[in-house]
């Protein structure tokens, strides 16, 4: 199953498919970040796992370069000096004489094991970017380009028709595509220890799958072709409230809420039976209306802070996709079926250690970080649980000095993931996320005398 198809072979699949169109709507919205928009097509293409074909595909890795380095901790996470993401509530912390910039890439090397057979991938992306800034006295205002999911896979099989038949089957498997969000976010502090935020989303993305199965020695193929575009939306709610413990400690508890909806996207199936000898194609195309939609997710988390020395905390998160429905091809139908989905469980923990913030030794100024997980499959193969996931990361905040500024950040982390299930693929993946945080004095009221 991992071996790789031939590129000629993926395109003969992708032949099939009909031009996608994306309904944009929220046109101003997008104008005013065109430049987001147009550094979307850097994120396609973010994984390589014959996984991502399952349902919307891989889910990517949430927040910016500051969560990644802790593996994705961020609910109750509130430091103004970087750009949190996964709790808009954080927003209402962001400094009120700064102006936040962070934008970030990956890259990774995949090993594939299954039943002795090894192949090894590499992939780069770019990630994301991402601005904050105080818009007044405890509101804060965050803007950028995630990406939601990806799907990225290429591979055949052969399988003979029986133990003694001399005709062979091959397969070719192949699929792009993914889901992203330009989104807009507000947090604000309407008590002392409170604060509430929200992000709003335009969602948008093409998914494509293609499966191409050819018998040797016939002239028959047969192709089924799997399309929907996406053009919709998504809201996240959060909260953070803050318990000061003492002089120097801070106990924080958040929360984030993820509203599941319909997303109006019609997913097409196409099934084009040809023969090469007569250079005719039979296709019947089959489309289901608004048969895609995401789950209700809710997350939440703690965290344990001291001065500016250092933090601890965890998260745990819930996506309820076994209350969801998606479109099957089976006998000959293609109909929303249930049952191919269980929720998803998410658990984070970690944390970042700054030695000295204002020490002449630099490296007492490196925010030192590193966090672990543990992830459910949120989808069935074959009746079978997916790959559970098991992560670590380590990570470094490095300081950039210069005559003009001393608050911006190189974040450097190394990501370590297993994914495996009894019975299939087991996936080794090594990650290095790189992201810069411009820490710019935009708001800063200069002295002249």
Known sequence: MIAKTSHKKWCAVKSNLLPLTSHLSLKSFIASMALMASLSA????????????????????GGGSYNRGMNGLGYALNNGAQVNPLNPASYASV?????????????????????????????????????SFRAWKNVG???????????????????????ASKTTVETVHGGEGGLHQLFVGMGVRPIKNLALGANFAYLWGDLERGVATTTVNTFNAL?????????SYNVELGLQYYQPIGKDNMLTIGAKYSLGHKLGSDPECMVISSNSQISKADTTSMKINNGLELPHILGVG???????????????????WS?????????????????????????AVGGELCPRWNSRN???????RVGAGYTTPYYKINGQDGPREISATIGFGIPIMNAYNNRSFLNISAQYVNNSATGLIKENTFRINIGLTFNEKWFAKWKVE
């Open 42 to 61: 850097f994120a396609q293409g973010g994984t390589v796992s014959p996984y991502s074909q399952y349902a919307f595909g891989e889910q990517a890795v």
């Open 223 to 231: 192709h089924k072709v799997y399309r929907a575009s996406v053009s």
């Open 323 to 347: 209350k969801t429905e998606f479109p099957e091809y089976s006998n000959g139908k293609y109909t929303l079926q249930s049952g191919f989905f269980d929720d998803r469980y998410r658990l």
């Open 95 to 131: 400094d009120s004489l700064t102006m936040l910039f962070d934008m970030g890439l990956s890259g990774q090397i995949t090993n594939f094991n299954e039943n002795g057979t090894k192949l090894n991938r590499r992939q780069a992306s770019f990630e994301y970017i991402m601005g």
């Open 302 to 320: 703690a965290s344990y802070r001291h001065s500016a020395q250092w933090v601890i905390g965890a998260d745990v998160e819930l996506q309820r």
């Open 362 to 368: 630099f490296f007492h100024r490196i925010r030192y």
């Open 141 to 163: 205002v965050t803007f950028g380009l995630l990406p939601v999911t990806n799907i990225g896979y290429e591979y055949t099989t052969s399988t003979k028709l029986t133990d």
